[in-house]
């Protein structure tokens, strides 16, 4: 029991992130991150607001549902859009203050692999860490990956609101082209977070407000204009029609992919809490705040383009239907463009948000040498506001050589985002699992405590993701019967999996020491 005790630092954080005068700074920070056993080596340049500002971004709701809005269409239609969408942000509420009561405790850039780590009793930690650092490594490159070749298929789905004379796209959209265009995406968003890191925070400010416009222009303009009509409230709330080929109740749930992607970032400002200046309050209120902003954002965006909707029998043959729901709605290709621009840039911002914060998962799982290469990946350059470039750029390499896929797989997209909620979701659930398993004792004291909701937010998120994991493996519609529209996320995830468990037997089993103690 003398080495679990010692793994139990709550009186002592307290005590670090508390100056003379009861407040905190960034001095009482890198002490805090000191006591931890980590030298602080990045800039600490963003306060409470600018967190939560980064965070949404990370999630860019409007947009990561507009992108992934042709799985609610084919899973239940209106109630699967509107009401999957209230089921899963009260979920990830859940999920949001589980990982913040820990995270308070342990507040790093290991996020949910070092609390793992430290949760963990000493006869499993260094195999529990582990699978759960790559998890959390796999879901943020993944999820990186899904946001950049999402931005690629929407620009694409915005350009073709313009047709030819005889209704013809004006952009093929050949699977070359698509590449072309998303690694261009890729290359701007490593080159913005590297080069304008000082800057990032009044970027994340400024796509609070753009945001809302931008919302509130398409909710406007789309209920004003309605030039094809509009529902009545009752087809809107109850109307269910499911065209995935599953059984009604399963269908409903697969469609859950659409919100589950746009929330699946809830966890990712972890890998910030190094540039943050009171991590240990910061971060948690952060983490739930934009949960619950995020929800009324969502609801802002989807009941007015459901109050629109066209047949839905013409929406599921798109890829990307948004674009053809507003441009339904106002009744002109110029217009729709127009505003559909806002969920564009707000489409780029939140690629670089994720760009960044990945870097610093990789960066931090590096530096506990758990990744091939890691003297390498763990470095960071000064010279460029304390960037952990090497590990950005390791991130930027594995998302172009996964991107490739498109070109054998129109449903590349699928595997991408799939991938990405399921790794991040049994990431978040990992610490929290070993939490209840220790019977909460750690987190009992801390700075944001749950009290006695803590079991049942522990037990909703762990619940939550014993549903996500085998559920986006499955195709969204059945039968199969075109192989380039399967769903691949099993596939890429094995993938990860046997590199993870290769590099373990190679090297981890002898050498790996995990965080510092």
């Not at 790093?108 to 930690?125: D, E, K, N």
Request: aromatic share 12%.
């Amino acid at each position: 029991m003398a080495d679990f005790d010692k793994k139990k630092p709550i009186s002592t954080m307290d005590d670090a992130i508390r100056t003379e005068g009861g407040d905190t700074g960034v001095g009482s920070a890198d002490e805090l991150l000191a006591s931890l056993g980590y030298t602080p080596e990045m800039s600490r340049n963003r306060s409470t607001l600018q967190v939560a500002f980064m965070s949404f971004v990370l999630a860019s709701i409007p947009y990561g549902l507009a992108t992934t809005m042709y799985y609610p269409l084919v899973g239940g239609g209106p109630v699967n859009i509107i009401w999957g969408w209230v089921a899963v942000s009260l979920i990830i509420i859940c999920v949001a203050a589980s990982l913040g009561e820990i995270t308070s405790v342990y507040p790093t850039a290991g996020g949910v692999y070092y609390q793992t780590w430290m949760l963990a009793p000493p006869s499993w930690r260094r195999i529990a860490a582990w699978t759960c650092g790559w998890l959390f490594v796999v879901g943020n490159v993944t999820i990186t990956l899904a946001v950049n070749f999402g931005t690629t298929l929407f620009l694409v789905g915005c350009i073709n609101v313009f047709q030819t004379p005889d209704g013809e796209d004006v952009f093929a959209g050949e699977p070359y082209q698509v590449f072309l265009i998303f690694l261009g995406l890729t290359l701007l968003c490593n080159a913005v977070s590297s080069l304008g890191n000082r800057w990032l925070p009044i970027l994340d400010t400024f796509a609070i407000f753009w945001t809302f416009a931008g919302v509130i222009a398409i909710m406007v303009c789309v209920l004003a204009i309605a030039k094809e009509g509009r529902h009545d409230a009752n087809w809107v709330f109850t109307h269910f029609e499911v065209n995935s080929g599953w059984t009604p109740g399963w269908s409903f749930i697969v469609g859950l992919l659409h919100a589950a992607y746009a929330t699946s970032s809830t966890g990712m400002i972890i890998s910030m809490c190094e540039e943050v200046r009171e991590p240990a309050t910061q971060v948690p209120k952060a983490m739930v705040l934009t949960v619950c902003l995020n929800t009324v954002a969502g609801l802002m965006f989807m009941i007015p383009l459901v109050f629109v909707l066209p047949d839905i029998q013409e929406l599921i043959l798109l890829a990307q239907p948004v674009p053809v729901i507003v441009k339904t709605a106002v009744g002109n290709s110029g217009g729709a463009f127009g505003l559909l621009i806002p969920l564009l840039v707000l489409a780029i911002i939140c690629g670089i948000g994720c760009t960044t914060a990945t870097s610093r998962c990789i960066y931090a799982f590096a530096r506990d040498g758990a990744i091939p290469g890691s003297k390498l990946w763990k470095q960071i350059n000064h010279k460029l506001d304390d960037v952990p470039f090497n590990a950005m750029m390791l991130s930027m390499a594995v998302q172009i050589i996964l991107g490739v896929i498109y070109f054998g797989s129109s449903a590349a997209f699928n595997a991408f985002s799939g991938v990405g909620v399921i790794a991040l979701t049994a990431s978040y659930a990992t610490p929290i699992v070993v939490s209840m398993i220790n019977r909460r004792q750690v987190v009992s004291t801390a700075s944001f405590s749950l009290g006695p909701f803590g079991w049942f937010c522990n037990i909703v998120a762990t619940c939550w993701s014993l549903l996500a994991i085998p559920l986006f493996c499955m195709p969204t519609t059945v039968p199969v019967v075109d192989p380039t529209t399967m769903n691949y996320a099993s596939v890429v995830f094995f993938a990860f999996t046997m590199i993870s468990v290769g590099w373990y037997v190679a090297w981890g089993r002898k050498h790996y020491k995990g965080p510092p103690m």
